[in-house]
């Protein structure tokens, strides 16, 4: 037997999707400036799951077409513009360094900076070339190495010093910061050995900025995902539109997330009135249940501010160092600091890697169900556009309230002035 026939406004099998309706509305509305899905890009979304021709019977669109109609063909506002502050911070200028007096091998300015460093440090040449050879974050912390890593001898100073001690010249004399810089020259690879004391210094702090952020990810997409109640309330809103538009443009199935921020920019015939706030009117009177869907999306502001490329990068950096560290313990197999650390390290790595992987996926489901683009949308575009919207119904709740109690107050005056004409 064939199989049964899918639910009503649910794609079939096929991917056809039933014709929308055209609506011929008793006055003439203004057009709402949405931005529509196309009916192949419907299915699997958000769009697919809802039918907002079945709201029909329920909203009162005949209210809705007093209070909206057009007295004249509108000038639609322009869209609203991302006036995001882009612009970069100008660097910080370094005032000129003075030159010393003292002749020395090293140029004056690093030979100041490297004893600014010294004196802050407080430690000796040996001492700190043997923190570094060890690995040993206890003796020089990974703020000092910071430090040094600034410092790293160049290659024309690597130079210098040989010539110098080639020269037959003694170490003795040279000054403090020069012999500093020698004993730095000394020691193999001296890079790659402090880079991997800074990265062992900021691995941990490193890894418990990033869970943060990708938990907000996973935990707001879930929650867009998964919301009944915002569900409803983007049919309602489809249905709205394709009441004001129909005649004008035609039904459509869906429309880009985007359109939301458009919301106040329709106002009724008083201009007293957004789109917004009728809409608020609406659910409040026929879909009490539904004005709660802002319980149901936490944790949209905090995604927001996450930014899954640049965590993306700080996972593969911590990757690539970690490779770079497990490099040095195969040299330095008696290094057991070396092999403690990468021993909490890689499950450490290992474990925000699948938690990545899990923001990832849960993301780009939320995105492309919402009908965008997963490879074009940040979580930042993505959430500040519910955030604008729950904002902006926030706000819209309490406008319709005040012209509520504002309407109640002109009711009751109203049905006092006969008593108060009467005492007279």
Do not use: C
């Amino acid at each position: 037997p064939p199989p049964p026939p899918p639910p009503p406004g649910t794609p079939s099998l096929t991917g056809s999707v039933k014709r929308k309706r055209q609506i011929q509305t008793k006055f003439r509305m203004p057009l709402f400036n949405w931005q529509s899905l196309q009916q192949s890009k419907i299915q699997g979304t958000i769009f697919g799951e809802i039918d907002d021709e079945i709201l029909y019977d329920v909203l009162n669109f005949n209210r809705f077409g007093e209070e909206f109609k057009t007295k004249a063909q509108p000038k639609f506002s322009p869209k609203r513009v991302d006036t995001t502050d882009n612009k970069k911070e100008s660097p910080v200028k370094k005032s000129g360094e003075k030159k010393e007096k003292e002749q020395a091998l090293l140029d004056p300015s690093r030979a100041r900076n490297l004893g600014i460093t010294l004196k802050r440090i407080g430690l000796t040449a040996d001492v700190t070339v043997k923190a570094i050879d060890d690995l040993d974050l206890g003796v020089l912390p990974v703020e000092y190495v910071e430090l040094f890593l600034k410092l790293v001898p160049t290659e024309s100073e690597v130079k210098l010093f040989e010539r110098y001690v080639a020269d037959g010249k003694p170490l003795k004399k040279l000054n403090e910061t020069d012999f500093f810089m020698y004993k730095l020259t000394q020691v193999e690879r001296l890079l790659p050995k402090l880079k991997i004391l800074a990265y062992m210094g900021n691995f941990f702090d490193s890894v418990y900025m990033l869970v943060p952020q990708l938990d907000a990810i996973i935990a707001a997409s879930n929650s867009v995902l998964n919301s009944q109640k915002l569900k409803k309330l983007i049919e309602i809103i489809l249905a709205y539109g394709n009441y004001m538009n129909s005649s004008k443009r035609g039904g459509v199935y869906g429309f880009r997330l985007q359109s939301l921020d458009l919301l106040n920019e329709v106002r009724s015939t008083d201009r007293k009135t957004t789109f917004l706030e009728h809409l608020v009117t609406v659910v409040t009177e026929k879909f009490p249940e539904v004005g709660g869907f802002v319980n149901e999306v936490p944790f949209l502001a905090k995604a927001a501010t996450a930014s899954l490329d640049a965590v993306v990068a700080d996972v593969r950096e911590l990757t690539r160092n970690l490779d770079i560290a497990k490099v040095e313990q195969e040299r330095q197999l008696n290094n057991t600091v070396l092999k403690d650390f990468l021993a909490n390290a890689e499950p450490k790595l290992d474990q925000l890697k699948e938690t990545m992987e899990t923001a990832e996926n849960v993301f780009k489901t939320a995105v492309e169900y919402f009908g965008e683009s997963a490879g074009t949308t940040s979580p930042n575009a993505f959430f500040s556009l519910f955030n604008r919207f729950i904002r902006d119904y926030k706000q819209a709740e309490l406008n319709a309230e005040q012209r509520r109690r504002l309407e109640r107050l002109a009711a009751e005056e109203t049905e006092e002035a006969p008593t108060k004409l009467a005492v007279r």
